[in-house]
């Protein structure tokens, strides 16, 4: 009996890591890595593709600005039927009443040459609205890297749970047999064959659970992946590295990228670049607007003897100075102020909230790495103390609760190492938020 059961017990045995599920190995064509899953989250999420269309929006803002610097040529005619009735004033004493078809066209050219420089602020401010646009796009990608991540590894977890509980239901079905078959030759009494049937019941339940789990974060990262069924993303097999290589920054390098690279604040600036041009803007309208108009009008009357049939050119230089506007343009000075101030004070509480998210993000990982290591290290020896206890238990050594007990700590041990990974993992990535640093599209 010990010979049968030594390599059924080699065979069932979990490895230690997450297993052979999430590491190595030849990747199928349904494999994922969090890399890919990124990726194809910056391509069909629908917050990054509004995000995008924003960008689009703000181009077009900033066509609109460009235009103002050409001038607008328009034209017009019609062709009107007219009932005169008049009196003339060089013929007092007839009166003239006529039905007269009137043809008519116009072509005019308008070009704004200066208005204190409002034009030139306004396309600066438009241009900045693009590099805003820009920052938040860029910003809703680093977020949504935090979010799938999240998902992706949340998924792995509950996909390692399933392996465990499955692997100890095995195992419980395994001294199951054995223990019916040493109880119908009266080595072993009801009760031990009865137990290990408990045990595989709750982990067969305990995989339940874990499957659960797994359809939930599955259809959660299917949907930030953008997939058209939310149900693909549990088919696929998520891939995570053996092993960890990655190492910690310093605060003060993490520090140094996010003020540079966090979108979030880039955006804030380029928003404060804006209000100070628009702001110039509206000093602008204190000063007089100065422009080009040149045209021409045909106008042709029939049905009138003789034929009436004028033309007429013109070209000039306008000008117009608002010198009184009931307080309005101070009113929108003062708005501008008081949009700058708050883009200045939003800075600042960004940079303040960059700076304790870095610090949590490093003492998390740090503290993440460790247990990470320890948990490691645990579940290995516990893989060698339940061995043993296994091998003492065939030989009549140890006593069924030991080997219950090694059991249950091995599991504990595995779900354990399994979840400090996973949390390592997470507060790697959560550094790479922090810092801004998002996957190029």
């Not at 460009?66 to 007839?94: E, L």
């Not at 339940?205 to 069924?229: H, K, W, Y």
């Not at 605060?251 to 380029?270: F, G, H, K, M, T």
């Not at 100070?276 to 029939?302: C, D």
């Amino acid at each position: 009996m010990k010979n049968i059961l030594i390599p059924l017990l080699i065979l069932f045995l979990p490895t230690p890591g997450l297993g052979s599920d999430n590491t190595g190995g030849t990747a199928d064509e349904d494999s994922l890595t969090i890399e890919q899953a990124k990726q194809i989250a910056i391509e069909n999420n629908p917050g990054v593709r509004q995000a995008l269309a924003r960008i689009r929006s703000a181009r077009a803002v900033l066509g609109q600005a460009y235009a103002s610097w050409f001038p607008t040529i328009s034209a017009g005619g019609g062709y009107f039927y007219r009932h005169v009735d008049m009196q003339p004033d060089w013929q007092p004493d007839i009166r003239v009443k006529k039905d007269l078809h009137e043809t008519s066209g116009n072509l005019e050219l308008n070009w704004l040459l200066f208005n204190g420089f409002a034009r030139r602020a306004q396309t600066l401010a438009a241009r900045h609205g693009v590099e805003q646009a820009q920052q938040t796009h860029a910003n809703a990608q680093r977020l949504l890297m935090e979010s799938v991540a999240a998902a992706f590894y949340q998924a792995q977890f509950a996909k390692e749970n399933m392996r465990i509980a499955s692997q100890n239901a095995s195992f419980n079905r395994v001294l199951e047999r054995n223990a019916k078959i040493r109880r119908e030759i009266g080595r072993a009494p009801r009760s031990e064959m009865l137990n290990f049937s408990i045990r595989a019941v709750q982990a067969e339940s305990d995989s339940i659970e874990a499957g659960r789990n797994l359809t939930i974060a599955s259809t959660v990262l299917a949907e930030l992946l953008g997939l058209p069924d939310t149900g693909q993303a549990g088919d696929l097999h998520l891939v995570v590295a053996e092993d960890i290589t990655d190492t910690i920054p310093s605060y003060e390098q993490l520090l140094a990228v996010a003020l540079e690279n966090r979108p979030d604040l880039l955006a804030i600036d380029a928003g404060i670049a804006a209000a100070e041009q628009q702001k110039n803007a509206v000093k602008g309208s204190w000063l007089p607007s100065i422009g080009i108009t040149a045209g021409l009008n045909y106008t042709k009357q029939e049905k009138v003897d003789p034929v009436q049939e004028e033309r007429d050119r013109y070209a000039g230089v306008t000008a117009q100075w608002e010198l009184f506007s009931g307080g309005r343009r101070k009113a929108e000075f003062q708005e501008k102020k008081a949009e700058i101030l708050a883009f200045m004070e939003e800075k600042r509480r960004t940079i303040l909230s960059i700076q304790s998210g870095i610090r949590q993000a490093i003492t998390n990982a740090k503290a993440a790495e460790k247990q990470w290591k320890r948990q490691k290290e645990a579940y290995a020896m516990t893989q060698e103390v339940r061995h043993d206890v296994e091998l003492l238990y065939n030989t009549g050594s140890a006593r069924l609760t030991r080997l219950n007990e090694a059991q249950t700590d091995l599991v504990r041990a595995a779900s354990l190492a399994a979840s400090s990974k996973v949390q390592f993992l997470l507060a790697l990535d959560r550094l790479e938020t922090e810092s801004g640093r998002v996957p190029a599209p």
